[in-house]
């Protein structure tokens, strides 16, 4: 198959990485220092085994990277990138298949608004991006699970073949009739990202945490929609998922955390907690918790704010 990784960071990064090393063309899309970086150096893949360049192509739009009929699109960017990705991808032609490799629920309906084939991803795969040119893979020997299913619901044949690569490149994949079922428990556990990336861990986040869960499952739950229990997401994940160091890398956090710390002004929490809240309005749910986590990130994110520098405590003070 030949894939356009439109989003080369943490995800879209390793996972075009290990499928041009399993000899599928693959070519990554990226932007500024990053897309610099690949293109000088190339990518370079931080592993638990160690460190190494790979040669992968890359480009800085979806004009250049020639996408066309029998090209499989991976969108890898954040929620809050979406709607400009796909604007992009449409620009340079009738869209084909393209597969969210993004977390949240929103990106799906955003993308059946463009091409009829559109395929969801249960992403499990711990990765980090920090610097330009470099993506760290968290995990191994397995570098994640990623369960793939058509949207709205079922497989087609083009799930099996995106599951099939998925599964060359060394990661856990099956087809899912299902998937987005399994994506809002993924989502329930997203919730906490922002908790993470605004006050770090302890006591006080750990209370807040369970806040923000206890909302998601009322809106969840209210809203009438499809959630995996937790008891089968980790019946799921078992033992695959083995963390490793990386040599010369201290373990930052999650996705939202690594927003912050790169201070780049954006953060995907309106696509996560927002989706909660989005939820809670819609259904007539409380959602304060989520909401003011909403908000705390997105100032967070625009004051160039350090992740970890909010206390727990105040927040929870200002929840009553």
């Not at 709607?83 to 298949?97: I, K, Q, R």
């Not at 998922?241 to 201290?250: A, D, F, I």
């Not at 749910?285 to 994110?301: D, I």
């Amino acid at each position: 198959m030949r894939f356009v990784v439109y989003g080369a960071g943490a995800v879209g990064g390793v996972l075009g990485a290990l499928l041009h090393e399993a000899g599928h063309d693959v070519t990554l899309v990226a932007r500024g220092a990053h897309l610099a970086a690949i293109r000088s150096d190339g990518l370079l893949l931080a592993t638990p085994q160690g460190e190494r360049t790979v040669g992968v192509p890359a480009v800085g739009d979806a004009a250049a990277a020639a996408v066309e009929v029998g090209t499989t699109v991976l969108l890898a960017v954040k929620s809050h990138q979406t709607h400009a990705a796909v604007e992009d991808l449409a620009s340079a032609g009738p869209l084909p298949s393209v597969v969210s490799v993004q977390n949240g629920v929103a990106n799906e309906p955003t993308l059946l608004r463009f091409t009829a084939d559109v395929q969801g991803v249960c992403v499990m795969m711990p990765t980090g991006h920090l610097e330009p040119g470099v993506v760290e893979q968290g995990c191994s020997p397995v570098p994640g699970i990623l369960d793939v299913g058509a949207v709205p619901r079922g497989t087609t044949a083009t799930t099996e073949r995106v599951a099939e690569a998925f599964r060359d490149a060394g990661f856990v994949s099956e087809p899912r009739e299902d998937v987005m079922a399994w994506k809002r428990r993924k989502l329930m556990m997203n919730l906490g990202n922002a908790v993470q990336a605004c006050c770090g861990d302890g006591d006080d986040a750990d209370r807040l945490l369970e806040l923000v869960e206890a909302e998601g499952e009322q809106a969840l739950g209210t809203a009438g929609l499809t959630v995996i229990s937790q008891e089968e997401d980790r019946e799921r994940r078992g033992d695959i998922l083995q963390r490793g160091e990386l040599p010369g890398r201290p373990r930052g956090g999650g996705s939202s955390w690594q927003s912050l710390r790169r201070g780049q002004g954006s953060i995907e929490t309106d696509y996560l907690n927002g989706e909660i809240v989005l939820l809670g309005r819609l259904h007539d749910v409380a959602t304060p918790a989520n909401e003011l986590l909403r908000r705390t990130a997105l100032r967070m994110a625009r004051d160039g704010a350090e992740p970890g520098s909010t206390a727990a405590a105040d927040l929870l003070t200002q929840l009553g």
